[in-house]
């Protein structure tokens, strides 16, 4: 028989109804006409870009006007090319997160009570007009930069620059998203809208073209569910995505907040410190994909990367080695590479699909199939067929495990097998004599640096008496 490919990013609240669960590959449908309807991709692996050295990165940003890539590390702006060469531009306070925009030719960075614009001929500049109260978070829209007041005094207000120029204020451009008394979390542009976002509730504001003060409230655009995590909200699939103040993941629908995340994704989510999750967003190959990282704050929790696929509509996870989460947490395009930046320290790295390890180390792929069970009763499994791609392979015998999960234990049997060297395309990877069970689970994992290709798994199974 053929056992169901695991698509499914957790294993849920009930691990007798369901264990599958997908790390580090995705799935993708195949044609009509191939052997398999699905097949499952290894993540994409990592090489070493750059590091920074100086510190944690605290924001990276790429500009359009020069191509280059902008990186907040510890307290240095560096501008960094298409060799990884890194040139300090300057300085900039604070240990948090960053926030960056451009307009085209000026760079905008908001770190809490300061602001900082940087251009090229210019240099790194501090925001000086008596206007500017502060920043956690900004966003470029129709010529203006838009942030949110981090005067804890002020709950809801934003306010905008002067008309393509981030250096200067005016003490009448200040609004507030009032519908509701939440506080402002953070300002993001989409689609020519200015996004609100605040802890409980959502506002759409646009560009009236008015001359007191450019930005009205859409009518009938107040949408009751807020952000929990500020650094959640992505652009992806032609929509905005983010993490809701119920440990949700939020698509916008029109002005509808559509749920994305399933049960046993927002059961991870809620056994970790979601509401210091961070995301980032990519595309490759036709996928697009939302990456959500949530992270530890105390013993008790489990930290959790899990990845929306907006091609299949499918999540997985990703880690790194020996770690919970990914330890990738910043995100650019440039240079015609996938560029990241790790969560801790000032390593920036390549991403792609053609890496197999993360900067020398594992990154293991794991794939978890639904349990079988037989009507409640016994059965032996004689064997386990994986059906993968082999036989292409630089490094010599790289191995699968097979491990058996019976009747809710670990069987710990952990049975390696090659999934072929070069040249042996026709190679069959098959584990025998698995035992009797009541309930039985195959846990998959490939540690070798090679491509991961899987396209099925296969049982012969046989009912006791």
């Known amino acids: 028989m053929r056992l169901p490919l695991s698509t499914a990013a957790a ?17 993708e449908a195949a044609p009509a006409s191939a052997k398999s309807p699905v097949i499952l991709h290894g993540a994409p692996g ?44 300057g300085t900039i306070l604070g240990a948090g997160r960053v926030d960056m925009a451009s307009n085209g030719t000026q760079l905008c960075i908001v770190s809490g009570a300061k602001g900082y614009i940087y251009t090229v001929t210019g240099g790194l500049t501090t925001i000086t007009d008596t206007d500017y109260p502060g920043a956690d978070t900004v966003t470029f829209i129709d010529g203006f930069f838009v942030f949110n007041n981090n005067n804890s005094a002020q709950n809801g207000q934003f306010f905008v620059s002067s008309l393509n120029d981030g250096t200067s204020y005016d003490a009448l451009d200040f609004a507030t998203a009032e519908r509701y008394d939440d506080a402002l979390v953070r300002v993001f542009a ?19 073209g008015a001359a007191d003060f450019a930005f009205a409230r859409a009518q009938g655009s107040v949408i009751e569910q807020g952000l929990g995590a500020r650094w959640t909200v992505e652009k992806i699939d032609e929509s905005v995505f983010w993490l809701d103040q119920d440990g949700i993941v939020r698509r916008m629908n029109g002005l509808t907040p559509a749920r994305m995340s399933t049960h046993a994704v927002e059961n991870a989510i809620a056994k ?8 980032f ?78 900067i020398g180390e594992p990154l293991i792929a794991e794939m978890q199939c639904p349990p079988i069970s037989v009507d409640g009763g016994r059965f032996i499994v004689d064997q386990i067929e994986l059906d993968a791609e082999g036989g292409t392979f630089a490094e010599a015998s790289p191995k699968v495990m097979l491990d058996v999960i019976g009747d809710q234990r670990d069987d710990a049997q952990q049975q390696w097998r090659d999934l072929g060297d070069s040249g042996l395309v026709a190679h069959r990877v098959i584990w025998r004599r698995l035992g009797q069970h009541r309930t ?13 290709a899987v396209m099925a798994v296969y049982a012969t199974i046989r009912r006791t008496a």
């Open 272 to 279: 970790s410190d979601w509401r210091n999750a961070s995301s």
């Open 281 to 358: 967003s990519y595309t490759e190959e036709g996928h697009q994909f939302y990456v959500l990282t949530c992270p530890t704050a105390t013993l008790d929790q489990t930290g959790v990367t899990l990845v929306f696929d907006a091609a299949t509509q499918l999540w997985h996870e990703r880690k790194s080695y020996q770690q919970e989460t990914l330890r990738w947490a910043f995100y650019a395009s440039a240079f015609g590479k996938h560029i990241v930046a790790a969560q801790r320290g000032g390593v920036l790295a390549e991403m792609s699909l053609d890496l197999f390890d993360e």
């Open 11 to 27: 294993t849920g609240r009930s691990i007798a109804l369901t264990s599958e669960r997908l790390v580090n590959m995705f799935a």
């Open 190 to 208: 989409d689609h020519s809208q200015l996004l609100l976002f605040g802890e409980e509730t959502i506002e759409i504001w646009f560009n009236s």
């Open 46 to 89: 990592f090489s070493a870009f750059t590091d920074l050295v100086t510190g944690d990165v605290r924001g990276m940003y790429k500009t359009l006007s020069d191509g280059l890539l902008y990186v907040v590390c510890g307290s240095v702006l560096y501008q960094v090319d298409k060799t990884g060469t890194a040139t300090p531009k």
């Open 440 to 452: 039985f689970t195959a846990r998959l994992r490939i540690s070798s640096p090679v491509k991961r």
